[in-house]
């Protein structure tokens, strides 16, 4: 072979390494990363998962209003089941998310008309009074403990008196409670609710006493029961 | 065509190897230069908190979240009005970052938060004609202000990593020169075993055509996919200065691979320059 063949393939293949060692190295690199971090890499890349999301956060402090009173004309689509009893249809209920107004809570008697939010966040508690999102929402047969500041909208609790009349609306439903009772009990007190009663009773608590200036250590619980409302039908797909 | 003589391969293939291990030395070294010159420094926090506005939104969200406490404690609105400002955020900011960069805790103190906080009090009480303030539950507001004013200053993580930040900053200065006697060393072991030195300029050009690509993929993937900003931070301030800062550490990491592309380019003419010297 001539001097000037042998010259001119060793430096096509002189240049093709400048280009294929480089890629070679990088995935070097990053395998020797890998194995120098592979004990911990699981729970980096957990990390990494609990930290991003798949969308930018959202920051505004603006709240969802999924509220849309029920008119007094107008049928809710329902269901009778075995026990005669009608129950709203599960897909006409738009369940809310944590921090959307989903209702109103009305106590005449005590001035009190405020926006009802799921979660007691502090965007909630800021433009009304909360569900805590570990209890459930009206109609669905279980404990609903409203929270609300003593200051603001919950300050005319403390007029509450026994048989007074609680209304509570929803895009679903109109549901009409009865006061039963208050009791001041310590804010630790967990007696005071039982989040696990298998029957619709309404719970409305905030702290005491009134309108005094700083935190304290007590809480005001009003307990209501269930008078009137259509319940949710909770079996999903049943029968489908 | 003649085979190379096996000897000569055996060569060739270790002074590969060696390329990829200062492709390593060079990956790290950069790494860390960037580490020492942002994350471990105190000046490159504080001035992208100071063009990310983080002091500003900071005070609108600690004045919006000590309101949510005056609506729990019977406090109007007013009372916090002008309350918590940048300055004083700057500054107690700054205290707690030279604390935390020279090892003494991420310590925030709020003796001086409190002592403000208990004399507009005594302001409020006074003008508002409230006579019976019960002791304990002013306390307890007075120390839950408090909190809210240290929590919103602390940055998420920092009080746990602290052990381990301080341990890497500290070792990092030894590490950067470990790193570069290394690379030295690596680049004099290609001159002095290798008779034809455009072999030697070679075997550094593969390195550092590796060190631009490890380098730069990383961070161009996270500029293009716009991952950085998909980050879950409770704070609005926070978010703006993460991204901004990890903004900031993507570019000067890119900066760098790019000074080895140019590196790369250079060694490549130089090395086909000295390659037809010696051929002709």
Redesign the interface.
């Known amino acids: 072979m001539s001097d000037k063949k042998r010259r001119h393939r060793h430096k096509k293949s002189d240049g093709k390494s400048f280009i294929i060692l480089p890629i070679i190295f990088l995935f070097g690199t990053y395998l020797v990363l890998y194995l120098a971090l592979a004990p911990s890499f699981s729970t980096l890349f957990s990390a990494a998962g609990m930290f991003f999301s798949d969308n930018e956060k959202d920051y505004s402090t603006e709240y969802k209003n999924i509220f849309v009173p029920v008119s007094e004309n107008s049928t809710l689509p329902t269901v009778t089941k075995e026990d005669n009893k009608s129950y709203v249809k599960n897909d006409a209920v738009e369940y809310p998310n944590y921090g959307n107004q989903f209702g109103e809570l009305i106590i005449e008697e005590c001035g009190i008309d405020n926006k009802l939010f799921f979660g007691d966040g502090e965007v909630a508690l800021r433009n009304g009074v909360g569900i805590y999102n570990g209890s459930f929402i009206p109609g669905y047969g279980r404990t609903i403990l409203v929270a609300g500041h003593n200051n603001t909208y919950f300050n005319g609790l403390k007029y509450a008196e026994k048989g007074q009349t609680v209304v509570i609306r929803t895009s679903y439903g109109n549901y009409e409670y009865r006061i039963t009772g208050t009791a001041v009990k310590k804010a630790t007190d967990r007696s005071a609710y039982d989040l696990n009663a298998d029957y619709e009773n309404l719970i409305m608590y905030t702290c005491y006493p009134f309108d005094e200036l700083g935190l304290t250590d007590y809480r005001f619980f009003v307990y209501a029961e269930l008078v009137s409302g259509t319940p949710i039908d909770k079996s999903i797909g049943e029968g489908d | 065509?003649?085979k190379k003589p096996f000897s000569s391969r055996v060569r060739n293939a270790v002074f590969?190897l060696l390329?990829?291990l200062l492709?390593?030395i060079l990956?790290l070294l950069s790494s860390c230069t960037v580490l020492e010159a942002t994350l471990f420094n105190s000046e490159f926090i504080f001035d992208n908190m100071n063009s990310s506005n983080y002091f500003i939104d900071k005070c609108d969200e600690i004045t919006?979240?000590l309101?949510?406490?005056g609506?729990?404690?019977?406090?109007d609105e007013k009372f916090f009005d002008n309350f918590v400002d940048e300055v004083m955020l700057s500054e107690d900011t700054r205290e707690y970052l030279d604390n935390y960069y020279s090892g003494n805790g991420a310590k925030i103190d709020t003796t001086d938060f409190k002592q403000s906080f208990n004399t507009e009090l005594d302001e409020y009480?006074a003008n508002n004609g409230?006579e019976?303030?019960?002791g304990?539950?002013?306390?307890?507001?007075v120390n839950?202000a408090a909190q809210i004013y240290r929590s919103s200053l602390e940055i998420p993580l920092f009080s746990k990593l602290s052990a381990y930040f301080l341990t890497a900053k500290n070792a990092m200065p030894f590490i950067l020169v470990g790193l570069a006697v290394l690379a030295g060393v690596i680049c004099l072991v290609f001159f002095l075993a290798n008779k034809w030195k455009h072999r030697a300029v070679?075997y550094i050009?593969?390195?550092t055509?590796?060190?631009?690509?490890?380098l730069g993929?990383v961070p161009a993937y996270l500029m293009i996919s716009g991952?950085i900003?998909?980050?879950?931070?409770d704070s609005?301030a926070l978010?703006n200065m993460f991204v901004q800062s990890a903004n900031s550490v993507c570019l000067a990491v890119l900066f760098i691979s790019l000074f080895f592309l140019l590196v790369?380019l250079g060694l490549?003419f130089l090395y086909r320059r000295m390659y037809k010297k010696v051929?002709s």
């Open positions: 065509m003649a590969i390329s990829f492709t390593l990956f919006t979240s309101i949510d406490l609506y729990a404690s019977g406090l009480i409230i019976d303030v019960n304990k539950s002013r306390d307890k507001l839950k070679k050009c593969y390195a055509s590796g060190a631009f690509l490890s993929i991952k900003s998909h980050i879950n931070l609005r978010y790369s490549y051929s």
